[in-house]
């Protein structure tokens, strides 16, 4: 079980999309006007881990195709972010329009491989241990805080950085870009091959 958590923690934590994108945001146009895409993150994270909780048999059974339509999809789109933030060096985007950020981090979160593949990872998991529907429910929504407070930390580290950031912003948005690319090319080869 120790094992298990070290693994969700480190998942949570470690540089993603999700994670990435959330200190970038920050550092752009603040902790506060991020916050829809960080809740939007919420609530995608947590309806993934329902789903892959619950439709866990029939992914495992068609998992191959799966995993590579959503790499495919999911290394396209992070590939995309990657320009956007490259490109875009005014303080603020489309992607960073309130009311767009809530829907963008919920949508993200069902082409985002990480997320998919850290989901049926620990459904997985659930299934192995036999946990009753509640203890499920309580994991899954423990999951989806977990990864808010993770968004959180990219987001507050984006923002106090921000000033540092904003000084060299080219270097930062093409390193972040760069960062995010490299991820999304990786998903990418390794769903086609």
Known sequence: ??????????????????NIYASFSSSKIGFKKTMPFMIGIFLGTTLI???T??????????METAFRYVGIIGGLFIIYLSIVMATKHTKKTNLHQKEKQFMIA?????????TIIFGITVATYYIEVGLSKSYIYMFTLLMGVLC????????LLGVYFSKI??????????????????????ILVESIW
């Open 49 to 51: 881990f329902v789903i």
């Open 1 to 18: 079980m120790s094992g298990f958590i070290i693994y969700i923690i480190v998942s949570i934590f470690t540089p993603g999309p999700n």
């Open 106 to 114: 919920i949508m993200f979160n069902f082409i985002n491989p990480k």
């Open 53 to 62: 909780a619950f439709l866990n048999i029939v992914l495992y059974t068609y």
């Open 148 to 155: 808010y407070l993770a968004v959180i930390v990219w987001g």
């Open 165 to 186: 950031l904003n000084k060299h912003s080219v270097i930062f948005n093409v390193s972040m870009a760069l960062l995010l690319a490299y991820s999304g090319v990786v």
